[in-house]
């Protein structure tokens, strides 16, 4: 910073003032001074506000000339947004984005008042719709004095040329790449006034050494900016080092993550994650992605749509921290979650919720401040059904997140509570859209406040001063480094594209050479911007990524002529680097404990399935308990229908024999499947949570009913009459003393004494896995050697497909069953599921299958670590 400066400095940006307000504190403290005067410096907006309001005051500007009020960005937004929606033809189509395009308005309106751009309505449609929309605003505006902050600045520099306000001797410019028709205006009214204008020299005389270092690809690019930041502060320990990315917001968590890595491993753990960092990334966050702040936008939106709510949304704000008592109810929030995912359909109204929470208190669940939370979102719900005024909404919504326990009963972190009272101060800004809104609906004003915490940029305060400084190029203005890493360098991003607004013609934008307008101007843009640079630090790296996914990149021409150099080596990742220093322990996790004498193991023939399949599987599931929780579906799911299918066929088939169902007329099958139907359905929806709604039972009763009688005619056709002698008969086994629960879906006993067991399927059975040596289908075969069974098959049961599938001991017994050798089949079988049993019983918990397929229903896959299995695999 030079030796003396003038008696006000303007700068481009805050960050900037924060640097030079920063450089000459410590120049001071050099110097050996104990008591100096701060540098007066400012950004041109904030000096411009300063000085008319002491103008007001002093009387310099007649009271009723001053504007009554000026615009911020969402209030110009609502207007473009409602000056839209004014103009909306009748039939057209309603599905734009209104947001988006009221967005592009009023940056349009900005470059016609800061470039002089004169849009012509006779132009294209964009623009004659433009201008209407501008005329539309301006008459809104104008008899009730609001400024926008274009036309602000503009009435702010008219001021100070008819001599309003107190102007210093002297004031110097920096940090301004170019500077726009208003700031170039104002300069010339200082000047005018007496005022000493000068540009503030920034940065070093000389240009730094700089290189060319490409790069695979943008992570890559971000591991090598973390690995070179690292050795240079291994080196130099108080160095200022400065990373400018080109294109911060596509990369920033890239960035960020590699920063972690290379500086902070120890950030790794949750303990660490909140600790303060040698570096700081200028560009923020949206406050709506905090967190905290996101529970909060989440319960006023149940208030604002009770009556329909994703049920993933209830789950999120159940097993999260930020809600009522997420510590001291922990089980009972969980286990209320489950309920709901397996009782509730996917989408139900926060009413509902409350009822069903209110039935699972009464079973035993603690959940009584969770309840309670869930009553006040309802009384919410109940008594806020009027419109008021943002500021009066701003109030309630505040009461309301009280009562309904947020932000939780854990003390917050640091960040945690700045973002909470980042969204304190949000809910005031919505009373500034009083005046533009009026009187809204809950809804309105949840919609506004959730679009405000979208668009404000949240910042933790950061903790000392950082030795790196992650910077965009634009806050990159006026900084000094010791050295310096600028990523990002590539030809689609530097110079940067064109962008001109579409809303206005793009030849006025070219001749006005507006700010993004043409090549022209962004060529010269990024010229300015990296010789500026240049003289930010002695030594420079500029790299650029060769590649993305399959997409070949370029480096920027703005490159060219410069030395290349290899990018330092990445560092190794924070596991690896743990894993290399440490000593590794290697655990043997393939066996389990054996099974104790007597203990007993859930599943039944699932067990063996599982475990013939994937040891590992069997192991997880029935030995330790594990299972996933269910995702709610709308009606029934699959095994849903499954259950209510095998009811039907047990209830209809019941007790009868084939004869008695030939002997059957037309309307009495009907009558029969009907009330099979009814009555399985009936108990069916009884033991259920919720019951089903009415027309959605209607048309499962006549779905099964038209099955059933698809059905009944192949068990009229076979072959060989039968009568049922059992259906869903529970029943005992043990294998290698192992104790197993079985239950068959049906046995029929023939005419000579035999019997062949059924098993009901909706899907499309296969017996290949029969011939399994290690029998991956057990369940028929199990029923079979310890039934003495002549045969089994699957009754495919589907409206598309019916039909038998399977093994018996003789041919022609049912259509679909073939016959094999009987005494060897139950032999190989007794010896598989021996062999599978036996391996239960040892413990055996390895993760070996046959064929990645055959996991396809594993409930446990997550466990089992495939693309590690896999990895050791390959390894060997």
Not at 338 to 349: E, K, N, Q, T, V
Not at 536 to 565: C, M, T
Request: some cysteine; overall charge negative; glycine content about 6%.
């Amino acid at each position: 910073m030079p030796d003396s400066v003038a008696n006000l400095v303007l700068c481009a940006n805050q960050r900037l003032v924060r640097h030079l307000r920063a450089e000459h504190d410590r120049a001071q403290v050099a110097a050996g001074q104990w008591s100096w005067q701060p540098l007066a410096a400012l950004t041109v907006g904030a000096w411009l506000d300063d000085v008319t309001a002491g103008a007001l005051l002093a009387g310099g500007i007649p009271a009723g000339e001053a504007p009554r009020l000026v615009l911020n960005v969402t209030q110009e937004r609502l207007l473009w947004e409602q000056a839209i929606n004014a103009h909306v033809a009748d039939g057209e189509d309603p599905l734009f984005d209104r947001e988006g395009l009221a967005a592009l308005a009023a940056e349009a309106n900005q470059l016609c008042e800061v470039w002089n751009l004169k849009p012509d309505a006779q132009a294209s449609e964009e623009t004659q719709r433009f201008v209407a929309w501008r005329r539309h605003v301006r008459a809104e505006c104008e008899p009730r004095g609001w400024l926008d902050a274009a036309r602000h600045r503009a009435w702010q520099i008219r001021c100070l040329a008819n001599g309003a306000g107190r102007l210093p001797a002297s004031v110097a410019f920096a940090g301004f790449d170019r500077h726009s028709p208003p700031e170039m205006e104002l300069r010339r009214v200082l000047v005018q006034r007496g005022v000493a204008v000068s540009e503030l020299s920034l940065g070093r005389e000389e240009a730094g050494a700089a290189v060319v270092s490409p790069c695979a690809d943008r992570r890559a690019e971000c591991r090598a900016a973390a690995a070179w930041a690292s050795e240079r502060l291994a080196a130099q320990p108080d160095a200022r080092l400065g990373i400018v990315a080109i294109e911060l917001s596509g990369v920033r968590e890239m960035l960020v993550a590699a920063l972690d890595d290379a500086l902070h491993p120890e950030s790794l753990l949750p303990a660490n994650a909140e600790a303060p960092r040698r570096y700081n990334v200028s560009l923020g966050t949206q406050l709506a992605r905090q967190p905290v702040v996101a529970v909060a936008l989440e319960l006023l939106h149940l208030c604002a749509n009770p009556r329909r709510c994703e049920q993933a949304r209830l789950s999120a704000l159940l097993t999260g921290p930020y809600w009522s008592a997420w510590q001291g109810e922990a089980e009972g929030r969980a286990r209320l979650d489950a309920a709901m995912r397996r009782h509730l359909p996917p989408a139900l109204g926060v009413p509902q919720a409350l009822t069903f929470a209110r039935r699972f208190e009464k079973k035993g669940l603690r959940i009584a401040r969770t309840r309670g939370a869930i009553e006040a979102l309802v009384n919410a719900i109940d008594g806020n059904s009027g419109r008021r005024l943002p500021s009066a909404w701003a109030g309630v919504f505040a009461q309301l997140l009280d009562d309904a326990g947020w932000p939780g009963e854990r003390p917050l972190s640091s960040r945690e509570w700045q973002a909470r009272e980042a969204l304190m101060a949000t809910l005031d800004e919505l009373g500034a859209l009083d005046a533009v809104l009026g009187k809204v609906p809950l809804a309105e004003a949840n919609r506004q406040l959730a679009r405000l915490c979208r668009e404000r940029v949240f910042q933790p305060e950061t903790v000392g001063t950082p030795s790196v400084e992650v910077v965009g190029p634009l806050e990159a203005a006026g900084l000094a480094f010791d050295a310096l890493w600028v990523l990002g360098m590539n030809d689609d991003a530097w110079p940067p594209a064109p962008r001109p607004n579409p809303l206005l013609p793009a030849d006025s934008q070219r001749r006005a050479q507006a700010t993004n307008a043409s090549s022209e101007v962004q060529l010269e843009f990024a010229r300015s911007v990296q010789r500026r640079l240049m003289h930010a630090a002695p030594e420079i790296v500029f790299s650029w990524a060769k590649g993305e996914g399959d997409k070949q990149l370029r480096a920027s021409p703005l490159l060219a002529g410069l030395p290349e150099r290899a990018p330092p080596a990445a560092l190794p990742s924070v596991i690896a680097r743990m894993v290399g220093t440490g000593r590794i322990e290697r655990i043997e996790d393939h066996r389990a404990p054996p099974l104790a004498e007597g203990e007993h193991v859930a599943g039944g023939t699932r067990l063996l399935q599982a475990q013939a399949l994937c040891p590992a599987w069997a192991f997880y599931q029935f030995r330790l308990g594990a299972r996933p929780l269910d995702e709610p579906v709308e009606g029934l799911d699959a095994m849903d229908r499954g259950t209510l299918l095998h009811r039907v066929m047990e209830r209809f088939f019941s007790g009868r024999t084939q004869a008695q169902l030939a002997a059957m007329s037309a309307e009495e099958g009907t009558r029969a499947i009907d009330d099979a139907v009814a009555s399985a359905f009936a108990d069916f929806d009884g033991e259920r949570e919720e019951r089903l709604p009415p027309r959605f039972a209607a048309l499962e009763q006549a779905r099964l009913a038209q099955l059933l009688a698809q059905w009944l005619p192949l068990e009229l056709a076979r072959p060989v009459s039968f009568a049922v002698a059992a259906s869903e008969e529970n029943e005992k086994a043990e294998i290698e003393g192992i104790a197993l629960d079985l239950r068959a879906d049906r046995v029929d006993e023939l005419a000579d004494g035999r019997r062949l067991v059924v098993d009901y399927k909706t899907g499309d059975p296969k017996t290949r896995g029969w011939d399994d040596e290690r029998l991956a289908e057990p369940q028929l075969p199990l029923y079979a050697t310890q039934c003495g069974a002549s045969g089994v098959m699957f009754a495919r049961v589907r409206t598309d497909d019916c039909g038998f599938v399977g093994w018996a001991e003789e041919k022609d017994l049912v259509d679909g069953v073939k016959a094999v050798d009987w005494p060897a089949t139950l032999e190989r079988w007794r010896a598989a599921l021996a062999t599978v049993a036996r391996e239960v019983r040892a413990g055996h918990a390895e993760v070996t299958f046959k064929r990645e397929e055959d996991l396809k229903f594993c409930d446990v896959r997550p466990l089992l670590r495939l693309p590690e299995a896999k990895m050791q695999q390959e390894g060997q």
